[in-house]
C-alpha cells in the first residue's frame, strides 16, 4: 500500500468520524496510559506474569518488567490486579424486548461486564449503517453485525420480513442472497440451518447441505464468516460438512458422537455453546417458576446434553468460543457473558481454557487478527479485576477498570458522554412526503426500505407487495395475500420515517396522515414507535380510489407486546414506522393499493 493511499483511507475514516457526529475523536493524551505492576493474562496461553503495560494511540505499545512513562501518558497502578484482553460476545440480540433494551442501556451494560466486542444478530441491513453511527457516537463496545439468512418457514424467518432475514431455499437462491446483503457490509453471516429450536417448540423446515454450502462458498469470496443456528447433532453434522465457520449453539438432542467431532476437526469448525440461554433456571432466575413441569424436565435433560457436549468437543480439540443469545428470555445483555464463562467451567474446562474461549478464540472465530491477545500492535481492549481469574473464574466480575481501543470507559472518575444515558436519539424532523411510490428502488420518498410484515409461524399469511401503474397516470403500491387460517392473519406494509427505523421522527409539526387508498380488506393505520409502542386507527377504505384523513387524535393506543402495561400516549417525536395493515376472513385473499402517502 503506497502512502497516498493510506492517507486517502486516514482521511475517509476521518470524515466518517464527522459524519457520524462523533464525539469521541479523543487525542493521544486522552488515550495514552502505563498500567503498572499488573498480573497479565495475556491470551496466548502462556502463564499470567507481572508486567507493564503501554497504551498509545488505542493500541499495546510496549509489553515488559519497569517501563517508564513517556511525558503526557497516564499511570495507573494495578499492582496486585489482573490484566485481561477485552471479552467477547459473539451471539446477541439487541432487541426492544431485551433487559436492558435500548442501544445505549445495552451497550453501558456490556463495558460494565468488560465486554468490548459483541456480535449482534438481530438488526436487519438497512439498520448497519445508522447503528454504527450512533455506537460511534457514545463509549460501547465495538459491534459486529450478522446479515440473517434462512429457509421459507424456516427458524429465524418466522418473525420480521425478508429485508430482515432473507429466505434462500437454493444453492443459486443461496449465492443471490449473500451477494445482495454484502452491499450493507454486515461483518458476517447468521445462517438458520438447523428449524428445529429448543425441543418444545415447532420443528421448522431446516436448510440443505446443498443450500448451505453455496452459502458459505459465496460468503467466504466475500470475506465472510458464516455462523449457524444448530441444535441437533445431526444438523451439526450438515453444517460442518458445508464449512460453516462457527455453530452458534448447543447441539443438545444427545451426545456429541465420533463422526460429529471428525467433521468438525475436519472443517476447522467452531462451537458457540450459548450455554447462558440454555440455563433451566434461566441467568436472571426468572425460569424457576417453572421448576417441576414438563417443559422445565426437558430444559434439564437438553441442558445435561449441552453441558457435556462443551466437554466433549472441548477434549476433542474443537475450539470453544463465547456466544450467550442474550437479548433472548431471561438472558439479559452483559452478565450472561460473565456466566458463561462460570459454565464453560462448569462444563469441565479450566478456568484458563474458559478465558482463552472468551478472548483469543473468539477473536480468531470472526478473523480478528487485531485483538482478542494482549501484545504489542494489538488493539488496547482492556479488561483490569481483583483476583486471579485463571483460578476462579468468578473474579471477571470484579471489574475495575474498561478499555475500548485504549480509551477507559469504566473505572473510578469515568465519565461517559450523555449519549450513553440516553435511551434513544433525537427525534429527526423529516419531510410531508412519505412516498408517493415513484422511485425505481423500492425505495419511500424519504429514502427508507419499504418492508412487508404479516402474521409468522408455520401456517402463515403469503403476501405479495408491487409497486404498480395508475389508470391516472403515476404509480402506486398494490398489495396482495391469501391469509392464514390464523385469528390474527394480517398483511402490511411498513413505511420506515428514518433509515432502518433507528431514530425517532418528530411529526409535531402535523396533524396527520393523508393517503389515497382503494382496498378490499379492513385495513387499518398503524404508528409504530420507541420502545415498542404502537398507535392504530381504522381506515375506512372502499373499491374505489379516495382521499383520506387521518388525525393523530384519532390514533389509540395499543398494548404493549407480549407485556403488560399502560396503553401509550401519542407524544409524536417518538415514531419510527407508518404501517398498513390488513385483515379480512382467515383463509381468504385481500388486497389494498395506496398511494401519496404524506403527513398534513
Ligand atoms: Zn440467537
Known amino acids: ?101 435500548t442501544l445505549p442501556q445495552i451497550a453501558t451494560r456490556y463495558l460494565a461486564a468488560g465486554v468490548t466486542t459483541v456480535s449482534d444478530f438481530h ?183 449441552a453441558l457435556h457436549n462443551v466437554k466433549t468437543l472441548h477434549d476433542a480439540g474443537i475450539p470453544i468460543v463465547l456466544g450467550t443469545d442474550a437479548g433472548m428470555t431471561g438472558t439479559p445483555h452483559g452478565e450472561s457473558t460473565l456466566r458463561e464463562l462460570e459454565l464453560f467451567v462448569q462444563a469441565g474446562l479450566t478456568p484458563t481454557e474458559a478465558l482463552l474461549a472468551g478472548t483469543r478464540d473468539s477473536a480468531e472465530a470472526l478473523a480478528l487478527d487485531d485483538r482478542g491477545r494482549i501484545e504489542v500492535g494489538k488493539r488496547a481492549d482492556l479488561l483490569l479485576v481483583r483476583g486471579r481469574p485463571w483460578e476462579r473464574i468468578s473474579d471477571v466480575r470484579n471489574t475495575e477498570q474498561v478499555y475500548v481501543a485504549g480509551r477507559q470507559v469504566v473505572g473510578k472518575g469515568v465519565r461517559l458522554p450523555a449519549g450513553n444515558r440516553a435511551t434513544a436519539l433525537p427525534p429527526r424532523a423529516i419531510d410531508a412526503l412519505v412516498d408517493d411510490f415513484e422511485r425505481g428502488d423500492q425505495r419511500t420518498a424519504l429514502d427508507t426500505l419499504r418492508n412487508d410484515d404479516a402474521d409468522g409461524g408455520n401456517d402463515r399469511t403469503v403476501q405479495v407487495t408491487a409497486v404498480i401503474d395508475r389508470e391516472q397516470g403515476g404509480k402506486a403500491l398494490s398489495m396482495q395475500a391469501r391469509l392464514s387460517s390464523k385469528d390474527d392473519a394480517h398483511a402490511a406494509v411498513i413505511l420506515p420515517l428514518t433509515r432502518g427505523s433507528v431514530a425517532p421522527a418528530d411529526l409535531r409539526r402535523w396533524h396527520g396522515v393523508r393517503v389515497d387508498v382503494r382496498a378490499d380488506a379492513t385495513l387499518r393505520l398503524e404508528a409504530r414507535g420507541l420502545e415498542g409502542r404502537r398507535w392504530s386507527a381504522p381506515l375506512a377504505a372502499s373499491g374505489s380510489w379516495q382521499t383520506l384523513e387521518i388525525p393523530f387524535t384519532a390514533l389509540q393506543g395499543q398494548p404493549p407486546y407480549r407485556t403488560k402495561g399502560p396503553l401509550p400516549a401519542w407524544r409524536g417525536d417518538d415514531v419510527q414506522q407508518l404501517l398498513f395493515s390488513g385483515t379480512g376472513t382467515p383463509g381468504k385473499t385481500i388486497w389494498f393499493e395506496i398511494d401519496n402517502v404524506r403527513f398534513y
Open 123 to 305: 438488526q436487519p441491513p438497512e439498520a448497519y449503517a445508522p447503528r454504527r453511527a450512533w455506537l460511534h457516537s457514545i463509549a460501547a463496545p465495538d459491534v459486529k453485525f450478522a446479515a440473517r439468512m434462512s429457509t421459507p418457514l424456516g427458524h429465524g424467518a418466522d418473525w420480521g420480513d425478508e429485508s430482515t432475514t432473507r429466505w434462500v431455499n437454493s444453492p443459486e437462491a443461496a449465492t443471490a442472497a449473500v451477494k445482495a446483503v454484502a452491499a450493507y457490509q454486515p461483518d458476517f453471516i447468521k445462517a438458520f440451518t438447523d428449524g428445529w429450536r429448543y425441543s418444545n417448540a415447532a420443528d421448522n423446515s431446516s436448510m440443505d447441505e446443498e443450500t448451505l454450502a453455496a452459502l458459505v462458498a459465496q460468503a467466504h469470496r466475500q470475506q465472510l464468516r458464516v455462523f449457524t443456528h444448530t441444535v441437533m447433532v445431526k444438523r451439526g453434522k450438515t453444517a460442518a460438512r458445508a464449512g460453516v465457520d462457527a455453530l452458534a449453539h448447543s447441539v443438545q438432542d444427545g451426545p456429541a458422537d465420533a463422526e460429529l467431532i471428525a467433521l468438525m476437526k475436519q472443517h476447522g469448525t467452531r462451537y458457540a455453546p450459548s450455554l447462558a440461554v440454555y440455563l433451566p433456571e434461566r441467568v436472571d432466575g426468572s425460569g424457576k417458576a417453572r421448576a417441576g413441569t414438563e417443559a422445565y424436565r426437558q430444559r434439564e435433560a437438553n441442558f445435561a446434553n
Open 1 to 101: 500500500m503506497n502512502s497516498t493511499v493510506l492517507h486517502a483511507r486516514r482521511l475517509a475514516r476521518l470524515t466518517g468520524m464527522l459524519l457520524a457526529g462523533a464525539v469521541v475523536v479523543a487525542s493521544a493524551a486522552d488515550t495514552d496510559v502505563l498500567i503498572r505492576n499488573a498480573m497479565v493474562f495475556d491470551g496466548t496461553g502462556r502463564a499470567p506474569f507481572a508486567a507493564s503495560v503501554l497504551v498509545q494511540d488505542g493500541r499495546i505499545a510496549a509489553i515488559g518488567d519497569g517501563l517508564k512513562a513517556p511525558a503526557h501518558t497516564r499511570q495507573v497502578d494495578a499492582k496486585g490486579h489482573a490484566l485481561l484482553p477485552g471479552l467477547f460476545d459473539l451471539h446477541t440480540h439487541w432487541t426492544p424486548n431485551a433487559q436492558p433494551a
